[in-house]
């Protein structure tokens, strides 16, 4: 019988590893929130049963029919997931976890456990492409042990089983194979984690099969109907996570990050106005990489007060949201991010094309609002001018109203009849609306079919949420000549205590007002009562405290291990070599100072945060390169000391252990070329070394044994030294 057909022969339980092995793969998926409940239900009853009858399985489980059978209904299943219209990936999920499972019950005899291995690796690389769990790492860790393991195990048991010793095999696994597997295992972890910081990688959505089901936040398109933020605020899934690079984070009541701008208004639909001669987006020149401007440095006017408006710069984090908008707190003046562009719409929305579905990380310098009211009382309200084939002229469709009830205009006239400037003006609708309105998540309830909802709004009781707040100022503000538009995008959040940094949910959604002026360009106002809309600060409870460190884990594992990107790597090293040039020399350190605290976008802030990932890499290669120079100098990591020193005797007289040799073999070579009292005090050493490797302690101590073998070494005549080879 051959060799071949004899391992075809060979049955037996599988290691116990194999089925750690299994679970590991299936909890990555499972985290993945993809994998149905049955499902998971089912996967663990089989994992159970499989294990307990794994020495004596019943004839089912040896059954070639039943096992086809069930086969088919996975197939079944795979198929009817991708006809429901699930990604490839989640249907692929599906197919692996239940064949895994299947696999596990399958007692016939198995030339090697490759199949069961395959199947983990693969549900392993899906859940990689479907989470970015910070509990998803320690178990790709505990899962390259037990892969090693269960193969090896396997292997020794089908060479011990071939030679005819099964039994053998429980000697062979001694704590120093233990040992060694798991060295061997780190080793490669601390190689690949050199790779991944040193090498440079790409992304990919190869697997995902499109727009995971019900992760993108639905609500912020170029459309907004009245109701649809009261909608997204009942949901507090986190959105955004914010971290204050440069200038500090706003307090909750002043922190606002703007999505889209809306112009045009049928009375309950808000909507991004279109041209035929006006494209409906343009792409932004410049590279995310390298960072893309938005707008020139504002020049100071003469007018303009002393303290110009802050720099701010941000890192955001971003959730899958609808259409790939980007939220940023104020006017800005440049963004990075690991993308390759980005588009712009007529009102200054920004988008990015096709990463609707991911969570994207970018920083953004913005500048921050320095509003003078004395210098808005002298400015007016005028709408900006924009370019025209024939030539720039103002934007008037920031000016136009639907058919109203004429009664709106009546009110808004008694409420701004002391004010003589267009600032004013808009200041007293706001706080009008403010201190009359009530804040409430239910749409204010209509009088007829013919009252749209914001008529109903104004002229009702004034209840409702901060889409007919900020839609109630648009229309009064219009009706007075004031350039007004509404805003979408997030407001408040809560500071995480813990990562330092502001968590905004959906629950933070919100609309506002701009209202634009001739010198100051576009002013923010918030008509909405805060006092509702603000989520309360948490008590700092021992859960809350636990949901913190949670968050910021998350932030720091998605920043540092799943978006760590090229753009990470250069910059990292490039913050390396500033930091060197601005130590070198206290001049050099006085201009990088003022570099960093002038007004134009600083790049060095950025990279210095990721200098550390880069230090650290740079520490474990040198530890990695040292622990390999020792290993190779002693040929041996775990040798004794007494053999060691009984190789260095020899060593002396040229009689050296190529790695070919085997301990007892080179014994053997060594006793004929020394006396007999030192060929029997080697080949003790060398019984000692080989029982203390594999697993016993030596049991005599051994220095009278290398005094032995030194005298006969000593004695050794010029002519009689060899080497071994």
Same mark, same amino acid.
């Given at each position: 019988?051959?060799?071949?057909?004899?391992?075809?022969?060979?049955?037996?339980?599988?290691?116990?590893?194999?089925?750690?092995?299994?679970?590991?793969?299936?909890?990555?998926?499972?985290?993945?929130?993809?994998?149905?409940?049955?499902?998971?239900?089912?996967?663990?009853?089989?994992?159970?049963?499989?294990?307990?009858?794994?020495?004596?399985?019943?004839?089912?489980?040896?059954?070639?029919?039943?096992?086809?059978?069930?086969?088919?209904?996975?197939?079944?299943?795979?198929?009817?997931?991708?006809?429901?219209?699930?990604?490839?990936?989640?249907?692929?999920?599906?197919?692996?976890?239940?064949?895994?499972?299947?696999?596990?019950?399958?007692?016939?005899?198995?030339?090697?456990?490759?199949?069961?291995?395959?199947?983990?690796?693969?549900?392993?690389?899906?859940?990689?492409?479907?989470?970015?769990?910070?509990?998803?790492?320690?178990?790709?860790?505990?899962?390259?042990?037990?892969?090693?393991?269960?193969?090896?195990?396997?292997?020794?048991?089908?060479?011990?089983?071939?030679?005819?010793?099964?039994?053998?095999? =429980?000697?062979?696994? %001694? &704590?120093?194979?233990?040992?060694?597997? *798991? @060295?061997?295992?780190?080793?490669?972890?601390? #190689?690949? /984690?050199?790779?991944?910081?040193?090498?440079?990688?790409?992304?990919?959505?190869?697997?995902?099969?499109?727009?995971?089901?019900?992760?993108?936040?639905?609500?912020?398109?170029?459309?907004?109907?009245?109701?649809?933020?009261?909608?997204?605020?009942?949901?507090?899934?986190?959105?955004?996570?914010?971290?204050?690079?440069?200038?500090?984070?706003?307090?909750?009541?002043?922190?606002?990050?703007?999505?889209?701008?809306?112009?045009?208004?049928?009375?309950?639909?808000?909507?991004?106005?279109?041209?035929?001669?006006?494209?409906?987006?343009?792409?932004?020149?410049?590279?995310?990489?390298?960072?893309?401007?938005?707008?020139?440095?504002?020049?100071?006017?003469?007018?303009? =007060?002393?303290?110009? %408006? &802050?720099?701010?710069?941000?890192?955001? *984090? @971003?959730?899958?949201?609808?259409?790939?908008? #980007?939220? /940023?707190?104020?006017?800005?003046?440049?963004?990075?991010?690991?993308?390759?562009?980005?588009?712009?719409?007529?009102?200054?929305?920004?988008?990015?094309?096709?990463?609707?579905?991911?969570?994207?990380?970018?920083?953004?310098?913005?500048?921050?609002?320095?509003?003078?009211?004395?210098?808005?009382?002298?400015?007016?309200?005028?709408?900006?001018?924009?370019?025209?084939?024939?030539?720039?002229?103002?934007?008037?469709?920031?000016?136009?109203?639907?058919?109203?009830?004429?009664?709106?205009?009546?009110?808004?006239?008694?409420?701004?009849?002391?004010?003589?400037?267009?600032?004013?003006?808009?200041?007293?609708?706001?706080?009008?609306?403010?201190?009359?309105?009530?804040?409430?998540?239910?749409?204010?309830?209509?009088?007829?079919?013919?009252?749209?909802?914001?008529?109903?709004?104004?002229?009702?009781?004034?209840?409702?949420?901060?889409?007919?707040?900020?839609?109630?100022?648009?229309?009064?503000?219009?009706?007075?000549?004031?350039?007004?538009?509404?805003?979408?995008?997030?407001?408040?959040?809560?500071?995480?205590?813990?990562?330092?940094?502001?968590?905004?949910?959906?629950?933070?959604?919100?609309?506002?007002?701009?209202?634009?002026?001739?010198?100051?360009?576009?002013?923010?106002?918030?008509?909405?009562?805060?006092?509702?809309?603000?989520?309360?600060?948490?008590?700092?409870?021992?859960?809350?405290?636990?949901?913190?460190?949670?968050?910021?884990?998350?932030?720091?594992?998605?920043?540092?291990?799943?978006?760590?990107?090229?753009?990470?790597?250069?910059?990292?090293?490039?913050?390396?070599?500033?930091?060197?040039?601005?130590?070198?020399?206290?001049?050099?350190?006085?201009?990088?100072?003022?570099?960093?605290?002038?007004?134009?976008?600083?790049?060095?802030?950025?990279?210095?945060?990721?200098?550390?990932?880069?230090?650290?890499?740079?520490?474990?290669?040198?530890?990695?390169?040292?622990?390999?120079?020792?290993?190779?100098?002693?040929?041996?990591?775990?040798?004794?000391?007494?053999?060691?020193?009984?190789?260095?005797?020899?060593?002396?007289?040229?009689?050296?252990?190529?790695?070919?040799?085997?301990?007892?073999?080179?014994?053997?070579?060594?006793?004929?070329?020394?006396?007999?009292?030192?060929?029997?005090?080697?080949?003790?050493?060398?019984?000692?070394?080989?029982?203390?490797?594999?697993?016993?302690?030596?049991?005599?101590?051994?220095?009278?044994?290398?005094?032995?073998?030194?005298?006969?070494?000593?004695?050794?005549?010029?002519?009689?030294?060899?080497?071994?080879?």
């Amino acid at each position: 019988m051959s060799r071949h057909e004899f391992r075809s022969r060979v049955a037996g339980p599988r290691p116990a590893a194999a089925w750690l092995m299994s679970l590991v793969a299936s909890g990555a998926l499972w985290l993945t929130d993809q994998i149905p409940v049955w499902m998971i239900g089912l996967q663990s009853i089989t994992f159970l049963v499989s294990y307990l009858v794994r020495h004596h399985p019943p004839a089912l489980f040896k059954s070639a029919l039943w096992l086809n059978v069930l086969m088919a209904g996975i197939t079944t299943i795979t198929i009817r997931s991708a006809l429901d219209g699930n990604p490839a990936a989640i249907s692929l999920a599906y197919f692996t976890a239940l064949s895994q499972g299947l696999q596990l019950l399958d007692a016939r005899p198995r030339k090697s456990e490759f199949v069961l291995v395959a199947l983990g690796l693969f549900q392993v690389i899906l859940a990689s492409n479907l989470t970015d769990s910070v509990f998803f790492s320690p178990l790709v860790l505990i899962f390259l042990m037990t892969v090693t393991w269960t193969l090896l195990v396997h292997t020794l048991s089908m060479e011990a089983a071939e030679a005819g010793d099964p039994a053998a095999v =429980s000697t062979i696994l %001694a &704590p120093d194979l233990r040992r060694m597997t *798991i @060295r061997a295992t780190t080793l490669c972890l601390l #190689l690949a /984690v050199v790779i991944f910081v040193l090498f440079p990688r790409l992304k990919t959505n190869m697997l995902r099969g499109g727009s995971r089901p019900g992760m993108a936040l639905s609500g912020f398109s170029d459309r907004l109907t009245l109701g649809d933020i009261g909608k997204i605020r009942m949901d507090h899934s986190v959105v955004l996570r914010v971290e204050g690079l440069e200038g500090r984070l706003p307090a909750p009541g002043r922190a606002y990050w703007r999505g889209l701008a809306f112009d045009e208004f049928d009375g309950k639909t808000w909507s991004i106005s279109t041209s035929e001669r006006v494209a409906k987006r343009r792409r932004l020149s410049g590279v995310g990489r390298f960072g893309i401007e938005l707008r020139p440095e504002r020049s100071r006017r003469p007018g303009d =007060s002393a303290g110009a %408006a &802050p720099l701010i710069v941000q890192r955001i *984090i @971003r959730e899958p949201v609808k259409a790939g908008v #980007l939220f /940023v707190p104020g006017q800005v003046q440049k963004i990075v991010g690991s993308f390759q562009h980005l588009e712009r719409d007529r009102n200054g929305g920004l988008y990015l094309p096709g990463r609707g579905d991911e969570r994207v990380r970018y920083t953004i310098w913005t500048e921050g609002e320095a509003r003078d009211p004395e210098a808005l009382r002298r400015d007016r309200s005028q709408p900006p001018f924009e370019m025209h084939p024939g030539g720039s002229r103002l934007a008037d469709r920031y000016r136009r109203l639907p058919h109203l009830d004429d009664r709106i205009r009546l009110l808004t006239e008694s409420l701004v009849a002391g004010a003589d400037n267009d600032f004013d003006r808009a200041v007293q609708i706001q706080e009008s609306l403010r201190l009359n309105g009530r804040y409430t998540d239910a749409p204010p309830l209509l009088g007829d079919r013919e009252t749209t909802p914001v008529e109903a709004f104004i002229l009702g009781e004034l209840e409702g949420h901060c889409e007919f707040f900020a839609s109630a100022m648009v229309a009064m503000a219009r009706t007075q000549g004031l350039s007004s538009r509404l805003v979408n995008g997030f407001a408040g959040g809560v500071v995480n205590e813990v990562g330092g940094f502001i968590e905004v949910t959906q629950a933070d959604a919100h609309a506002w007002v701009e209202v634009h002026f001739e010198q100051a360009g576009w002013v923010r106002f918030d008509p909405t009562p805060p006092d509702r809309r603000l989520r309360a600060a948490q008590a700092q409870s021992w859960w809350t405290r636990v949901g913190q460190l949670g968050g910021a884990l998350e932030l720091w594992w998605f920043q540092r291990v799943v978006d760590f990107d090229s753009v990470d790597q250069i910059g990292a090293l490039r913050g390396l070599w500033l930091r060197w040039q601005t130590n070198k020399t206290s001049s050099d350190v006085a201009l990088h100072n003022t570099s960093t605290n002038s007004g134009a976008p600083s790049y060095d802030l950025f990279i210095d945060e990721n200098t550390k990932p880069v230090l650290g890499v740079i520490l474990l290669v040198g530890l990695v390169s040292a622990l390999w120079i020792r290993v190779r100098r002693t040929g041996d990591g775990d040798m004794p000391k007494p053999y060691r020193d009984a190789l260095a005797l020899l060593g002396r007289r040229g009689i050296k252990r190529s790695k070919s040799d085997s301990a007892r073999g080179f014994a053997e070579a060594v006793s004929q070329k020394i006396s007999a009292a030192g060929g029997r005090a080697f080949q003790i050493i060398t019984e000692s070394y080989l029982a203390e490797r594999f697993g016993s302690k030596p049991s005599a101590p051994l220095a009278s044994q290398l005094s032995i073998l030194k005298n006969a070494v000593d004695g050794m005549r010029l002519g009689n030294q060899a080497h071994i080879r």
